[in-house]
């Protein structure tokens, strides 16, 4: 299962795009399940794993309520893990 994270960073004063529903980019790699987008974008350095959509939830809620029945769920939740473990 994934780990609960820290909140973003306070240095951190970059502001995420977003689109027009509310959702930034890692938001609608999360939601379509795109592996190689959310490792993609999350490699920036300023990502938007702490920023909430429109409906008050982060890319990192939606990925708390994965399945571990889904291969591109478990693919993005250990590359999440990854990417917590280091921040």
Do not use: W
């Not at 702490?50 to 591109?72: G, H």
């Amino acid at each position: 299962r994934l780990k609960q994270s820290p909140k973003r960073h306070s240095h951190d004063t970059s502001a995420p795009v977003m689109t027009d529903i509310g959702l930034t980019e890692l938001h609608r790699a999360v939601l379509t399940r795109n592996v190689a987008k959310v490792s993609e974008l999350l490699m920036r350095e300023n990502n938007d794993l702490f920023t909430k959509d429109s409906s008050n939830r982060t890319p990192l809620d939606l990925i708390l309520s994965f399945s571990d029945d889904n291969e591109d769920e478990k693919c993005i939740q250990e590359i999440v893990n990854n990417y917590l473990s280091k921040i």
